[in-house]
């Protein structure tokens, strides 16, 4: 079975520094996306990048780059210049190419401290 | 505007009720999704449908039933409902592409059921 698993429930950054959130997948699929959501207090889920396994460049997307390392099945996020509106809820996520299920950890909770 | 919608908002049952979660989209995604999220547990699949006329079991299924009425309407329905399943439910749908952003999900607003 498809897992995904987010080991740091709770993580704490000053502001304007930087954090990595962790995420490791296990699948025996070769082609899947993986995913960052955020979900700020307001409840609401907002994609914050996405990574198609079959691309050996990482994804970036203005301060949030990802660390993806396909043979190690990890998948971590880094946010640059961290800033007040990044304090969410994140989680990571998988969909095989194949299907439509998609699968989110349990998330990382990241507080900004200014 | 263009998005998922999820009724109701609140529900309070007491055990034993049923009731129906009901979502839509108006985005002509082909998939939806049911999703649960509890403290710590983060967000679980419960039910999801590649396409009208399908559905599949997630991660959580016991407990719950779903009917995708057509393209734009995916039900979640608790016939007897258990205080296991006070939690808050997502509905979501997505594009099954190639195509640069799609396979992302959009999510409804959230439902927040207790069950007492």
């Known amino acids: 079975a498809q897992t995904v698993t987010q080991s740091q429930p709770e993580m704490s950054v000053q502001e304007a520094e930087t954090v990595t959130l962790s995420c490791t997948y296990d699948t025996s699929e070769s082609d899947y996306y993986l995913f960052w959501y955020k979900q700020p207090p307001s409840r609401q889920m907002i994609l914050v990048i996405r990574q198609e396994a079959y691309k050996q460049q990482n994804a970036t997307e203005n301060r949030f780059s990802v660390n993806f390392q396909k043979a190690a099945k990890s998948f971590s996020l880094k946010i640059s210049d961290s800033q007040l509106g990044d304090a969410a809820m994140y989680f990571c996520?998988?969909?095989?190419?194949?299907?439509?299920?998609?699968?989110f950890g349990k998330g990382t909770r990241l507080h900004i401290l200014p | 505007n263009a998005g998922v919608t999820q009724t109701p908002k609140f529900q309070v049952l007491k055990t034993g009720q049923s009731m129906t979660l009901q979502c839509a989209q108006d985005m002509n995604h082909n998939s939806m999704y049911w999703y649960r999220q509890d403290p710590g547990m983060g967000l679980r699949l419960i039910y999801y449908s590649a396409s009208e006329g399908t559905t599949d079991k997630g991660e959580v299924p016991n407990g719950y039933n779903v009917s995708r009425l057509n393209k734009r309407e995916f039900s979640l329905r608790l016939e007897s409902a258990a205080p296991s399943q006070t939690s808050v439910y997502f509905c979501?749908?997505?594009?099954?592409?190639?195509?640069?952003?799609?396979?992302?999900?959009?999510f409804g607003a959230g439902s927040r059921l207790t069950v007492l």
């Open positions: 979501a749908s997505s594009e099954r592409t190639q195509l640069f952003g799609a396979n992302v999900l959009t």
């Open positions: 996520a998988y969909r095989p190419v194949r299907d439509d299920k998609i699968i």
